[in-house]
């Protein structure tokens, strides 16, 4: 539940700050581009954040909304965002490129944020 809240945010985030919110209208082709790009960051944040956000619970706090928490995923996001970085853009350097750093704390800050709402209210 909180990958896929996590993703529906950051995809809206992502067509913002990519196509400005100006230029957005509701329409079938914006849903299925929302949709896609949900679907992309659900698959990242199933395969890379759920077991960190394991790790966090089982060995290291035990609590949720701990500073300690946000650490570790920016931590973590910046080593995935570092490595995958040459796939896609091979003109710049990756500490150049402003818009890696937004992503990396949208990204550890969302999933962190909505982690802290879904699993302290379920408890």
């Known amino acids: 539940m909180v990958s896929l809240i996590s993703s529906i945010c950051m995809s809206l985030f992502y067509i913002m700050t990519e196509f400005s919110y100006k230029a957005i209208t509701l329409s079938f082709s914006t849903i299925y ?35 300690k928490a946000l650490f570790i995923y920016l931590f973590v996001a910046f080593l995935i965002h570092f490595s995958i970085y040459k796939f896609f853009n091979s003109n710049t350097s990756f500490f150049e490129n402003n818009e890696v750093f937004l992503y990396i704390f949208a990204t550890s800050i969302t999933f962190w944020f909505w982690e802290s709402i879904l699993i302290k209210n379920s408890k």
């Open 33 to 67: 581009i929302v949709g896609f790009i949900t679907i992309i960051f659900w698959f990242f944040f199933i395969v890379i954040a759920i077991p960190v956000q394991t790790f966090i619970y089982k060995k290291l706090t035990g609590k949720r909304l701990k500073l």
